[in-house]
């Protein structure tokens, strides 16, 4: 079993719907990141969150970090073609940074 | 521009074989990775290396061997190809320490491994 659960795992969806995207443990993270991955490309980094509550926006994307640090979500609003791709978490538990996880990731289809 | 460059996108390789896939990172970092994807199971770390001439074990270095010889280069070595190694590999390097601060991994493009 995955120490980081991504929820769902496939997801295909309408340009224009709005969709969110999990990331759950059981264990405390220091920080979590997401990445995105392209069709035949390596991951980008989108963001990262490091304070429970924490909410970022990137454009239409916006990132929670859960106010216990065991979860993070994405939400994504009127999503477009180009949302499309494989939308990994990943971070360092709070007691051990020498180890990082990554989620199993959720890929995201976005239809025009 | 920051940049990560795998040496070959796509190879098909015979069991027993010797494999080498090259990184070569132009942003000074000292910290390198190479990752395995595999779908349903994520990225797993397969070696990493924090300087030259330094390598540890990730979580799945059976089968694998690597090479950090100067800052820029790092190399995964697959010593006899078996076919549980086809697969995706990512080589990643970061500023930080895995888990260090809020470090950022900048990915190469993957080298998609099969092997017959």
């Known amino acids: 079993t995955q120490l980081l659960e991504q929820s769902p795992q496939f997801l295909s969806i309408q340009e224009g719907e709005n969709l969110t995207v999990y990331c759950n443990s059981s264990s405390v993270f220091s920080s979590l990141q997401w990445y995105r991955q392209e069709p035949g490309e390596g991951p980008v980094l989108l963001v990262t969150?490091?304070?429970?509550?924490e909410v970022k926006k990137l454009k239409r994307l916006t990132f929670q970090f859960g106010d216990a640090r065991k979860d993070s979500s994405l939400h994504i609003t009127a999503a477009q073609p180009g949302d499309t791709g494989l939308y990994l978490c990943a971070g360092p538990l709070i007691y051990n940074f020498n180890k990082f996880y990554f989620g199993s990731g959720t890929k995201l289809n976005v239809k025009p | 521009d920051v940049k990560v460059t795998q040496s070959s996108r796509y190879l098909v390789k015979r069991t027993g074989e010797k494999v080498f896939l090259e990184c070569v990172q132009d942003m000074d970092h000292e910290n390198m990775f190479w990752y395995r994807q595999d779908p349903g199971l994520g990225l797993r770390l397969i070696y990493f290396s924090y300087d030259v001439k330094m390598k540890e074990k990730g979580d799945i270095p059976e089968g694998y061997s690597v090479s950090r010889e100067k800052k820029e280069r790092f190399s995964l070595i697959l010593e006899s190809a078996s076919t549980n190694q086809t697969s995706m590999y990512l080589c990643?390097?970061?500023?930080?320490?895995?888990?260090?601060?809020?470090?950022?991994?900048?990915f190469g493009e993957g080298s998609r491994l099969t092997v017959l």
């Open positions: 990643a390097s970061s500023l930080s320490r895995l888990g260090r601060g809020t470090g950022e991994l900048f």
């Open positions: 969150v490091v304070t429970g509550g």
